[in-house]
């Protein structure tokens, strides 16, 4: 078992980035975290997240354009094509994005594993270049097929649309 997290650590002070890696059709799982300068793995919902050199960009979105997100690791410790084999076989897969305070992990001072905020993303593609793996991620809105709720907006149920 983990030591429990230092919470008054400067570092591990706000929110921490954990991701969860599945392959098509596969159950068998990678969970990993993008937090170098904390401790080398945490424990969220029972899991144990091991720390790696992560990046994930493109995750912003405006008015006109939709996120674009990439997430790249460094894979020196051959730790994800160790587990799935073949980094062909996990386009189509899921990463799952979670976002939490560390006072909320599973050894944190607060531990509430349902107090985080995550994004679903599937892998749309991938490049493989120096030990570097970066995925192209695709949101919701990028899926073809996609069917999102409708509804009619007027001014008796949104009086705040604009029209008087």
Known sequence: M??????HSPVLNGLLDLFELTAPGSSSK???SANLSGPTAYI???????SFPIAIDGTKHTAKTLPQPALKISDAQQAITATFGSLESLVGGDIRHIRILAKNLDNGSEPNPS??????????????????IEFVLTTPADRPLSRYPR?????????????A
């Open 115 to 132: 107090a985080r905020e995550s994004i679903d993303y599937k892998i749309g593609s991938y490049t493989f270049q120096d030990r570097l």
């Open 30 to 32: 990678v969970y990993f």
């Open 2 to 7: 983990l030591n429990p997290i230092d919470i």
């Open 44 to 50: 969220h919902n029972g899991n144990t997240y091991t």
């Open 151 to 163: 509804r009619v907006i007027t001014a008796d149920k949104f009086p705040g649309a604009g029209y």
